[in-house]
């Protein structure tokens, strides 16, 4: 595998030994039950997609994350780019240093949380540094002013049990070892170009996996892709998890690709937009990734009460492409790709050829969906729609 982990090291803090396990219970000062976000967070920490941390951010971190974008290591030569700052919210003052925390979900020990630090953080810088806005119609300056609590703790996560999910989740080091069991030609270095994504897959996202499994020029011949949906919680009116899940798995039967892994990632979105693609390329590098499809408005969102943008369509692919070096994954920004009645192209191909262009928004998708109209073949797969009429939603 060409792809070194970020840091140098792929984090595993999986305890393993029964015995040992059952002492670091029997140290616990307490228990909290944690909500879905804050266990996406926990399972990223203790299974290395959030590589290098081994744990939950302490202020010193935290601080140089949300400023500078730098996860700080030991020394000056060990810090990192590190997009997002990870960090375990609460409003109970007890949590204090020195405490041990067994964290449980649905009351089943997923982690041991030594905590080293307590810290009141400053949201409003955080809400601007991090996601441009301090507006609570962005989606995250809402969760962290209005859910989440108002210290964070810092300290180290020990992982005892891999959370009880209706999705299959694989670790990083698991989808490592696949990828390079699915090589083509396993003399030459493998290119693993990493495809995110939230919501259903419909043709325009398959047309630009299918490019970059052609693009042999940023690419190279020895490549895959890694399809890798997020499945955590995202937005209050997105699919559910599972819905998309299957949706997925619908597809990965019916393509069948032979180049091409489907796996999912515990991971709870943001739509942090540039900072937040920056979190995205960092997750799939660890995942055994090179390079990473980044789309238009990549993580973006939109205000609920005027409908514009919190992003430019190109800022995350400037920023990834102003750090690609420091990210050690190279962003494959794609171009303004439109259907027309001849397929899809460019856009300004199909301007040059004065081809009418097919447009369909998101919205009125789900309209027609949720109305039993007939969905247009060229922009979603049969088998998707099939599946989202039988839940009732788009």
Known sequence: MSSVPHGGKLINTMVTDQKRVNELMA???MEIEVN?????????????AFSPLTGFMTEREYTSVVSDRVFPGADADQSVIFGLPVVFDTNDT???????????????PIAVFQISSQYTPDKCKEAQSC?????????????????????YCGGSILGLNRPIRDVPCRSPAEVRASLVAMA???????????????????????????RALSDTERVGGNSLVLVHPTVGPTQHDDVPGRVRYETYEALRAELAHPRVQWDYLSYSMHMGGPREALQHMIIR?????????????????????????????ADSQEMAAANTEALGVKPLPTANIVSTDQGFMLAGEAKEKGLAVQKLSGSKFRKMLRAGEDIPSWFAFESVVKILRSHNDA
């Open 27 to 29: 140290s616990c000062d």
């Open 36 to 48: 879905d976000r804050q266990l996406c967070d926990i399972e990223c920490i203790m299974e290395g």
């Open 94 to 108: 007890s949590l204090v240093p020195g405490k041990t925390v067994l964290l449980k979900h649905q009351h089943v």
């Open 131 to 151: 996601y441009g806005s301090t507006s609570i119609e962005h989606p995250a300056v809402w969760m962290i002013t209005a859910e989440r609590g108002r210290f």
């Open 184 to 210: 083509p030609d396993a003399s030459s270095p493998l290119s693993v170009v990493a495809f995110q994504c939230r919501n259903p897959i419909h043709r325009a996202h398959w047309e630009l996996i299918a």
């Open 285 to 313: 590098k660890n995942y055994g990734c090179t390079h990473f499809i980044l789309g238009r408005d990549m993580a973006g969102c939109k205000s609920a009460l005027t409908g514009d943008d919190f992003y430019g369509p």
